[in-house]
T-cell receptor
Framework: KNQVEQSPQSLIILEGKNCTLQCNYTVSPFSNLRWYKQDTGRGPVSLTIMTFSENTKSNGRYTATLDADTKQSSLHITASQLSDSASYICVVRAEGAGSYQLTFGKGTKLSVIP | DGGITQSPKYLFRKEGQNVTLSCEQNLNHDAMYWYRQDPGQGLRLIYYSQIVNDFQKGDIAEGYSVSREKKESFPLTVTSAQKNPTAFYLC???????????FGEGSRLTVL
């Protein structure tokens, strides 16, 4: 069964500090992995998408890494801001012509405090 | 501006009543989707539509119905057959199928 596990479940950090969120998956065959940011009561917004051949991808203060061999991804947030407080969702797509196979993680809830 | 509009933002319903959630997109996307989000759980797919006049059941379609008569619109009806309808509902679209998802702002349904 395809699964996506995210850790930690929740995290509290001080403004200005860095943090790393983890995503482990068992989805196979792998197509791509996406990180979304979801503010409370809002829809998710895409941060980055990574394919099999990509190891690192940055989007401003967000840097995602992918290790397809160990089936792990991380999202690193640098110099956190109060506006980074949100849930971060890891989503993995399975390969398959004509199919729709997205597996969502439960998310990591990040709270950035002054 | 292009985007996905869901309405209403908040909705209260009595048990036994059907309710319809609206989803409209002006992105000219072919594919549209409905997800349900519950606390502590990942998003779950209710229905999806690859193209107008066509739709398929997702993982939790029981108690829900959809239509796709226009490219821009993909309304979701939560019927009285849905045993636990209180949830946050998200509509999404993608330029083609399957593709990167763009989400609406969500509709929160509460059954009293």
């Amino acid at each position: 069964k395809n699964q996506v596990e995210q850790s930690p479940q929740s995290l509290i950090i001080l403004e200005g500090k860095n943090c790393t969120l983890q995503c482990n998956y068992t989805v196979s065959p792998f197509s791509n992995l996406r990180w979304y940011k979801q503010d409370t009561g809002r829809g998710p917004v895409s941060l980055t998408i990574m394919t099999f051949s990509e190891n690192t991808k940055s989007n401003g203060r967000y840097t995602a890494t992918l290790d397809a061999d160990t089936k792990q991804s991380s999202l690193h947030i640098t110099a956190s801001q109060l506006s980074d407080s949100a849930s971060y969702i890891c989503v993995v797509r399975a390969e398959g012509a004509g199919s729709y196979q997205l597996t969502f993680g439960k998310g990591t809830k990040l709270s950035v405090i002054p | 501006d292009g985007g996905i509009t869901q309405s209403p933002k908040y909705l209260f319903r009595k048990e036994g009543q059907n309710v319809t959630l609206s989803c409209e997109q002006n992105l000219n996307h072919d594919a549209m989707y409905w997800y349900r989000q519950d606390p502590g759980q990942g998003l779950r797919l209710i229905y999806y539509s690859q193209i107008v006049n066509d739709f398929q059941k997702g993982d939790i379609a029981e108690g829900y119905s959809v239509s796709r008569e226009k490219k821009e619109s993909f309304p979701l009806t939560v019927t009285s057959a849905q045993k636990n309808p209180t949830a946050f509902y998200l509509c999404a679209s993608s330029i083609n199928f399957p593709g990167e998802l763009f989400f609406g702002e969500g509709s929160r349904l509460t059954v009293l």
